[in-house]
């Protein structure tokens, strides 16, 4: 089977010859760590989230997705500038318009070592949010790959995974918090309802304008929403404010994208959001992910409640993979079942930290193909 029948197969819970291998990506920091840990040099290329290695197989044993590049973002984007820095910090403006104090110190290539501290977002008022819209013209024909038209044909006719946009290219909440803040949406629910209305109706006719040029010349395997809404104990939006606020707008964005043949669509928030899992079906949703584990996202758990209509990506615990073979075999082996009945992509429950060391990242690597291959026994 090729890499897209092995999904096709797995998204319908049917039997593939094997589960497809993905994973996340991997820290900045953990390269390095891996680098003076021995990985070799073949290792050290290629894309670890898409799989994809300059046309190469890839190397470390990941299948290749590929991701069609619509930028659904600002377009201008903010200028970017400095505002402060010394030897521990920087305080600076993004391209997003969010105004951060970043930590300097142990950053790797760009890759902080610790979130940032935010400080102001570029949407306050309606006002602000009226403003902001005209950063967001879906006409606007550079938020296509120029010669994507060229492209159809191969893209119709492929043996891989074919994403449209690139993986955290827009969402709901995600968006909205990206332009207030998550203690200031978080306000704005219920003390300002009809903003919070005005961002989502926004986001969704947004959403429907700029994809449909490409969704009615090719089909695509899927189109994933990106999130993060939750913490470790539940959403940031109650399922009322969610049912009320967010609820219409997604289903008919996912209408739309369903409508003109993309076949599945994907939910990815951080977080324990199981609270929200019976709307997230409701709209359309086919696919959670990464099914966080110290959030109390069990996949062998909430996939026996929700059966075929819920399928899973993630939900391999990184905290485990760091402890040693022993805890990874026993990571992997409880998931076992889920390989068996179908609906499940295993990987883990987001990108590799530096606390996991190459020697066991190799092990993990090698126990989860025998996993998706169904050859892991106890």
């Known amino acids: 089977m090729t890499s897209r029948e092995q999904f096709l197969a797995v998204m ?10 993905w994973e996340l990506g991997i820290w900045p920091q953990t390269h390095d760590r891996w680098i003076a840990e021995g990985m070799p040099e073949d290792k050290r290329l290629g894309d670890w989230f898409t799989g994809a290695d300059a046309g190469r197989e890839n190397t470390v044993g990941l299948d290749v997705r590929e991701f069609v590049p619509v930028h659904m973002g600002m377009s201008p984007p903010f200028e ?4 402060e ?34 400080l102001r977002f570029p949407v306050e008022t309606v006002a602000d949010l009226r403003e902001l819209k005209k950063r967001y013209d879906p006409s606007e024909m550079a938020r296509y790959p120029g010669d994507w038209r060229e492209s159809v044909p191969g893209w119709n006719d492929r ?3 074919l994403i449209l946009g690139r993986n955290c290219c827009t969402g709901f909440y995600g968006v909205a918090r990206a332009w207030m803040g998550t203690e200031n949406l978080c306000l704005a629910i219920h003390d300002d309802p009809a903003l919070c209305a005005e961002m989502f109706e926004f986001i969704a006719d947004f959403v429907i304008e700029v994809t449909t040029p490409i969704v009615e010349a090719v089909d695509f395997d899927y189109f994933n929403f990106f999130e993060d809404m939750a913490f470790k104990s539940g959403p940031l939006m109650s399922p009322t404010s969610f049912r009320e606020l967010v609820f219409p707008h997604y289903r008919r964005a996912i209408d739309h994208l369903k409508r003109h043949g ?17 709307q997230f079906l409701e709209m359309g949703v086919d696919v959670h992910w990464p099914f966080e584990r110290a959030a109390d ?12 209509d819920l399928r899973i990506w993630g939900g391999i615990d990184k905290r485990e993979i760091a402890r040693g073979p022993e805890a990874i075999d026993r990571a992997l082996l409880e998931l076992a079942p889920l390989i068996e009945s179908g609906g499940f992509i295993p990987a883990l429950d987001h990108t590799f930290p530096p606390d996991i060391s190459w020697p066991n990242f190799c092990h993990y690597m090698e126990q989860k193909q025998r996993l998706i291959e169904g050859r892991l026994a106890a």
């Open 297 to 308: 996202m069990d996949p062998v758990r909430i996939k026996a409640e929700y059966g075929r």
């Open 12 to 21: 319908e819970h049917s039997p593939p010859d094997r589960v497809p291998s």
């Open 262 to 278: 993309v076949r599945y669509v994907s939910l990815d928030s951080d977080g324990n959001t199981e609270t929200l899992i019976p």
């Open 85 to 118: 820095k010394t030897d521990r910090y920087e305080v600076i403006q993004d391209g997003s318009g969010i105004l951060r104090k970043a930590l300097v110190e142990g950053s790797v290539r760009g890759g902080r070592a610790s979130m940032d501290q935010y």
């Open 159 to 161: 043996d891989h995974v």
């Open 80 to 83: 970017h500038r400095v505002v």
